[in-house]
Each structure stands twice: as structure tokens, then as C-alpha cells.
């Protein structure tokens, strides 16, 4: 049996901003923003993930507290341009740290504007065989 992760909630305080920041910042793709008399949502997915991300007021996300998730983890092909296309966005982010020359050794990390984190972790391998195909 498969079991695929698909969503990942964060929690926010400022929907609207968070769309902005993950959209346009980070360039996530808007699947849907969905308000109704039961939640307020927005769902965003990293092109080429099959994983998405969940900001608004669901019920579990009212269980934690905005900008207390950490180490959420992205993968690229070439962190270096990776790092370039955020700063150049307007994305603080830390400096490139290689822990190891091999393939998957190459991260920087950056925070969303309620401090949730986020790693990038470099896979060249990712350029050559996605995960999704194209």
C-alpha cells in the first residue's frame, strides 16, 4: 500500500499575508482559497511537488501556535539559484552551507513572516529525474 504525504498544515496569524509571502515570494502555486461560515483556507503547492501547504483556521491549525513549525524541508536542483530567485523576491535567507560535497549535503534556510522555518536542501539529481514528472 501506498502512503503519500499531500498536506502539510502551517500555522499563520495573517491569512492574506501568508498567500502574498508563499505566492509571490516564495512562488508557490494558489490551488484555492475557500471561505465559507466554516474556515477561512488557502491551499499552495512548491511546482513539482506533489505535497501541499495549508494556511487559515482549520481546527488543527488553531492548535498550534503561528510560526511554531520548524524545519520544513524544500528540495532543488541548484540552491544557488534557488537563493538568488528568493533574495532577489525580497526573501531574507540564510547564507549556502555545505555539510557534505556530495549530492543532498548543500542547504540554506529561510523563515515565513510568522517564523515557521523552512530548509533547502540542494539534489542536482532533481534536475535530471524528477519527482513529478514534467
Known amino acids: ?24 515570494r516564495i512562488g ?3 490551488d484555492h482559497k475557500t471561505v465559507n461560515e466554516f474556515m477561512t483556507v488557502a491551499q499552495l503547492t512548491p511546482r513539482g511537488s ?4 495549508v494556511v487559515g483556521t482549520l481546527p488543527a491549525q ?16 541548484d540552491a544557488y539559484a534557488a537563493r538568488e ?8 535567507c540564510e547564507e549556502i552551507t ?21 530548509a533547502v536542501q540542494q539534489m542536482k539529481v532533481r534536475g535530471e529525474k524528477p519527482l513529478i514528472p514534467r
Open 50 to 53: 506533489g505535497c501541499s501547504i
Open 62 to 77: 488553531q492548535q498550534m501556535t503561528p510560526g511554531s513549525l520548524k524545519g520544513l524541508q524544500l528540495v532543488v536542483a
Open 28 to 30: 508557490f502555486d494558489l
Open 1 to 24: 500500500m501506498d502512503w503519500t504525504l499531500e498536506v502539510v498544515m502551517v500555522p499563520v496569524t495573517d491569512l492574506d499575508r501568508s498567500i502574498e509571502f508563499y505566492r509571490d
Open 85 to 92: 530567485e528568493l533574495v532577489g523576491r525580497g526573501v531574507e
Open 98 to 118: 555545505v555539510f557534505d560535497e556530495r549530492d543532498g549535503g548543500t542547504l540554506f534556510g529561510f523563515a515565513d513572516p510568522d517564523g515557521n522555518t523552512w
